[in-house]
């Protein structure tokens, strides 16, 4: 079975560019996570949607940012414009929620995107 | 404030030997504890997910123990391989949401 699928793998863009980072989860997951990684903050929630209604985006850390899920097969990060600051590895992943959302199954990572911004 | 420490932060050990990490949390409600496996370059994967009565989980040489008394996790490797080397990641899963809270990861490096 495929597992998470992110591309691209690697981005590297000037400042004040437009990112679109892209994101296929597991058939049959209904609950897709966008999580930015980096070596002083660790791991951190960005947003997630659950049956492609996005339901905490408190983590987004600003305008910039904005996240779509259209179908429950594919979903989009953009960053507009991109900053250095935004340099991190920007992680994807799905699960199967329990019951009728609440909870979280086990949560399957995508590889990465690793964004540089110049 | 919910809060997962790891420790201890990196830690260095020879081929075939043991060793444990550590994980304690400040988080309520608890809904389960997970650690994740993430090797350099690559998204985490998943080793284990204790609820609040299991007290031990076991994925081959990964053992997780969880004592939801005093809120302490450990993972136990036993006779550890190169392969092994990673970052190691506690999570905490709160209340029925799907709130995670991550620890900060502790680095192994197996050596031979």
């Known amino acids: 079975d495929a597992g998470v699928i992110q591309s691209p793998r690697h981005e590297v863009t000037e400042m004040g560019q437009e990112v679109t980072l892209r994101c296929k989860p597991i058939?049959?997951?209904?609950?897709l996570f966008w999580y930015r990684q980096t070596m002083m903050r660790g791991l951190e929630l960005l947003i997630y949607?659950?049956?492609?209604?996005?339901?905490?985006d408190s983590g987004m850390p600003e305008d910039r940012f904005s996240a779509k899920m259209p179908n429950a097969s594919f979903s989009t990060l953009k960053i507009q414009p991109s900053e250095p600051r935004d340099s991190a590895v920007y992680f994807c992943?799905?699960?199967?929620?329990?019951?009728?959302?609440?909870?979280?199954?086990?949560?399957?990572f995508g590889e990465g995107s690793r964004l540089t911004v110049l | 404030k919910n809060q997962v420490e790891q420790s201890p932060q990196s830690l260095i050990i020879l081929e075939g030997k043991n060793c444990t990490l550590q994980?304690?949390?400040?988080?309520?409600?608890?809904?389960?504890l997970r650690w994740y496996k993430q090797d350099t370059g690559r998204g985490p994967v998943s080793l284990t997910i204790?609820?609040?009565?299991?007290n031990t989980k076991s994925n081959g040489r990964y053992t997780a123990t969880l004592d939801a008394d005093t809120k302490q996790s450990s993972l136990h490797i036993t006779a550890s391989q190169l392969s092994d080397s990673a970052s190691y990641i506690c999570?905490?899963?709160?209340?029925?949401?799907?709130?995670?809270?991550f620890g900060a990861g502790t680095i192994l490096r197996v050596k031979s």
């Open positions: 949607f659950n049956n492609n209604v996005p339901i905490d």
């Open positions: 204790m609820t609040f009565s299991e």
């Open positions: 994980c304690n949390y400040t988080v309520s409600p608890f809904s389960n």
């Open positions: 058939s049959g997951h209904n609950s």
């Open positions: 992943a799905s699960s199967l929620a329990l019951g009728t959302g609440i909870g979280t199954g086990e949560l399957f």
């Open positions: 999570v905490v899963s709160v209340g029925y949401g799907n709130k995670l809270v």
